[in-house]
DNA sequence: TAATTACTGTGTACGATAGACACAGTTCGA
DNA sequence: TCGAACTGTGTCTATCGTACACAGTAATTA
């Protein structure tokens, strides 16, 4: 019972308490997390190591470990920070709220990349990131969906949101542009055996409309949902 | 130019060259990467080392360099080989080929969690993986879609996919199970900081409902803009 | 047939990783 | 004033990926 698990939860929820006695401690979990952001969004979440963060701040990595349980924890830590605050729900219908939410949250994605990597796996989520969900659920208010049926709406745009934030990340700037190249000049080689695939690609009208189209299909399918229960 | 991509790009699409001399190989890359996804199937991507594959296969863990540059390349290899092929299209409308098509790949996840920890990231796909996306996009042809447009629907449906199975690890069988009481408890002492949340929770009708529930959303959506069309 | 050449798996070595543990210094409460 | 509680550090181990030299093997060539 007092695995990994309960030790996340104890550090993302549970009020830390300050010691009585002993020497002032040098840092905070805060600080220390803000360091490890720091390596990861400039070198990806690989490049967090206990040595690289502690270096960052000026200790021996040893001396994260009266902080943070374990590295496990400490990612943990650095999702919950550095995922900000639910944007305020603006005063619109269902779609304009979850439409706006959503983009909210494609920037925290746009903004730490590495949340990808950190956010997959079973894991326990922090009082901000269940603050997300709260607010996608809270934008369904009123519009005659059962509760359960509000939480899987919720799932399903975090699902999207994610997907394209991934997508984004393969197809973006940087080095990894290259990959396009490569997709490409595979395709060159053995389009044959991708008929439809090289079709598609041939006819390219406007390109990178993915998150918009797959928003709408999925607001557009939510509104068919709704209007039929009313 | 030369980097690990490219080098993955071979390994999965050009074909095997034989040795001409020297002593025959003891293993060959379809065993090795079999050997690693039994360790993957059942302990998990973490446990995938070159120690612990080579052992599965009776050699030191320096034999595999000698079919595979580097342990990022033979996770690449498992996750090419872990997808089997992707189902025969079924002669049903748009709609009836989306969802075989969803629901075997859905399998594909349920079979090979790790495949989700595996296909993170940027990444060069081989020939099964893209076949997955060509039948995708087939199975929109005649639509009226856009090539584009049928590009995004397939994403769409990929992330969708992806992010259920995600969950059901989470929620699943096994001592991740612990992962749910956990959170229950967090909501019954927390609860008051998410009312649309505890609202959503307690009236729980049907539990479980999220993948069917986001693949009709979707399927809906695309139906609304596929009639706007014709 | 003998020598060469290409390829095989192995053993050893190195650097980086997460983490256990003992220790000395620091601060507050008794 | 003394001891308890807490701090950061140094040392140690196990494990990881992988570079490299080596000896054995099989086909090609002389």
Redesign the pocket.
Known sequence: MNDEHTATARLLWEPRTT?????????DLERIARAGIGVADSEGLAA?????V?AQLG?????L???VP???ELVAVMVETAISDPPEPVEQDWRGRLDAWARALAEVFDGHPWLLDATIGPRVMGPVELGWLERAVAALDGTGLTGPERMDAAVLLTGHVRSLAQQARASGPGAEAQLGALLAELMRTHGSRFPALTAALADSGGRDQAWEFGLRRILDGLAVLIDDRA
Do not use: D, E, N
């Open positions: 010691a009585a006695r002993g020497p002032k401690p040098t840092l967090v190591s206990m040595q690289r502690a200790v021996t990595k040893m001396a470990y009266r902080y374990g590295k496990a």
